[in-house]
């Protein structure tokens, strides 16, 4: 069956401190890939995506992802991580062929300590 | 920067009642999404739309559930007669078109509230 795994639900990190959250898919074909970040009370805002190409992403606020083929995975990356990046984390796929209807996983919350 | 909007941003409901919830997706985008986030649980996709017609429904798009766009601007989610579990935060989105590089913009989410 296709899914979205993300294994951590909570991740506590000291500011200033590298991050890396985990997204494992399982899908028949390579799918879209997807980092939605939520603030408390907000919408999804859309950090970086992976279509195709070059398989280390750049998004916004300082993140990256890595799209590794033979392990399934989008690990979501931030060398530094600030107080401000305290917030729900969504890893997402979609394929073409359904329209690009997003297929989330559970989120992964993010609380920094300073 | 052009957004995705949504009205109202809480909406308190009693059971059996209907509601219509209200999206305006950016201006030149062709395809439109609702997605609900049940409190504390992942966001899961109902229903796409695309040239006046729904494209792609999850089994969660029953038939208590339709979409409009009734002026060629608003995008509604209409739920005719609520249950405790329609409450949720209801996302709407909205995308350009269908080719690579398409990106989905989510509005800032309705949540219902069915008492």
């Known amino acids: 069956a296709q899914s979205v795994t993300q294994p951590d639900i909570h991740i506590t990190v000291s500011e200033g401190a590298s991050l890396e959250l985990r997204c494992n898919y399982s899908?028949?074909?390579?799918?879209?890939l997807f980092w939605y970040v939520q603030s408390p009370g907000q919408g999804l805002q859309l950090l970086l995506k992976y279509f195709s190409g070059d398989t280390l992403v750049q998004g916004i606020k300082g993140f990256e992802a890595e799209f590794k083929r033979s392990q399934s995975c989008f690990n979501l990356r931030k060398p530094s991580v600030h107080w401000s990046d305290a917030a729900e984390y969504f890893c997402?796929?979609?394929?073409?062929?359904?329209?690009?209807?997003?297929?989330f996983g559970k989120g992964t919350s993010l609380l920094v300590t300073p | 920067e052009p957004e995705v909007t949504q009205t109202p941003s809480h909406q308190v409901t009693q059971m059996g009642q209907e509601v219509i919830l209200r999206c305006v997706p950016i201006s030149n985008h062709l395809y439109f999404y609702w997605y609900r986030q049940i409190l504390g649980q992942k966001v899961e996709f109902l229903v796409s739309?695309?040239?006046?017609?729904?494209?792609?429904k999850s089994e969660i798009f029953d038939d208590q559930f339709s979409v409009e766009r009734p002026d060629g601007s608003n995008f509604t989610l209409k739920i005719r007669s609520t249950k405790l579990e329609d409450s949720a935060m209801y996302f709407c989105?909205?995308?350009?078109?269908?080719?690579?590089?398409?990106?989905?913009?989510f509005g800032p989410g309705t949540r219902l509230l069915v008492l």
């Open positions: 997402a796929v979609g394929l073409s062929n359904s329209g690009y209807a997003l297929n």
């Open positions: 739309f695309y040239n006046n017609e729904i494209s792609e």
């Open positions: 899908y028949g074909a390579t799918p879209y």
């Open positions: 989105a909205s995308q350009t078109g269908l080719g690579d590089q398409e990106t989905q913009y």
